[in-house]
């Protein structure tokens, strides 16, 4: 009777966990990006598929379109592969995106034609059409950390800032750099401005991100900067500053304060370098520094002839 009983239980089980993986099992990744002409405006995304009978059109509208731009725009058509360099076309926007993604790669591009009126432009912005626009980089905001991953793409899109083909990464990588220097120095502010370099004005709004007090952990403290990360920080920045888009408008006017703020955080690593050297030369003598200089007296003996 109790095997009967144990068997039951085991058939039971199976049957959950059957019926479990029937509904998570259409659960898919899939890399995305979007086109119009020769612009792209949606770089690689991994994008969530959570319903299997979901088309492609229908994945477009309900999925991607939320992510661009002005929401203006139409698919024409759809290519998936392997890779992302080598995609086929799909014939049918009627077809399910995970019959088709299951049989022939995780990527999957959209060609898409405006739907709104063209604007006029001069020939000054003929060669915007091979740019991304940072919005593209907005990523949803789960924690605090990406609020302050988005407040610096609002910033910079409030100068109309883009990035080439070839930029696409790079642009990425610029941005997660700034959310970690931000995130990093956030709480110290004020002390840049005492001890080394003021940070520029211009970024005085990004604060308030990285607030223990608003975490579940909240006996942590603010956390001390070290000179040896504030100086990684600004090589990096340097690096990025050297970039050829720093010298192209709207950019080139970003660049002195993007500069600004490198040079303020050399300025405090050297300050912390030179204050952890003095303590450690405090700590290693016998009397202490301030002992000796509190009784060091000068005579003057005389004049030399």
Not at 21 to 47: E, H, Q, Y
Not at 256 to 285: D, G, I, T, V, W
Request: proline share 5%; with cysteine; charged share 20%.
């Amino acid at each position: 009777m109790q095997v009967f009983i144990f068997c039951l239980v085991a058939l039971a089980l199976l049957v959950h966990i059957s019926d479990y993986w029937s509904g998570m099992a259409f659960i898919r990744l899939v890399n995305t990006s979007v086109l119009s002409d020769s612009k792209i405006l949606l770089p690689w995304s991994i994008i969530r598929l959570n319903d299997e009978a979901i088309t492609i059109e229908e994945f477009y509208r309900d999925c991607v379109e939320p992510r661009l731009e002005g929401n203006h725009f139409q698919v024409s058509s759809a290519y998936v592969g392997q890779d992302r360099n080598s995609l086929d076309l799909v014939d049918e926007l009627s077809l399910p995106v995970l019959s088709v993604v299951s049989l022939f790669g995780p990527f999957l591009r959209y060609l898409v034609v405006s739907t709104s009126p063209s604007p006029v432009h001069n020939d000054v912005s003929t060669h915007n059409s091979t740019l991304l626009t940072v919005q593209a980089y907005s990523v949803n905001e789960r924690t605090r950390k990406d609020k302050l991953f988005n407040d610096i793409v609002s910033f910079l899109a409030s100068s109309s800032v883009s990035f080439e083909e070839s930029e696409f990464d790079d642009g990425k990588q610029l941005l997660v750099l700034l959310r970690d220097i931000f995130w990093y120095i956030d709480g110290h502010h004020h002390v840049f401005e005492q001890r080394a370099k003021e940070i520029p004005p211009v970024f005085s709004f990004l604060v308030g991100y990285n607030v223990p007090q608003l975490s579940k952990h909240r006996k942590r403290l603010t956390m001390n900067i070290s000179s040896d990360q504030l100086q990684a920080y600004s090589l990096k920045l340097s690096t990025f500053l050297s970039k050829p888009y720093w010298n192209r408008p709207p950019w080139v006017s970003l660049k002195p304060h993007f500069f600004a703020l490198m040079e303020s955080l050399s300025s405090y690593s050297e300050y912390l370098f030179r204050k952890n050297k003095y303590m450690k030369l405090n700590h290693r003598s016998p009397t202490p520094i301030r002992e000796v200089a509190r009784n060091i007296h000068t005579t003057v003996c005389g004049t030399l002839q």
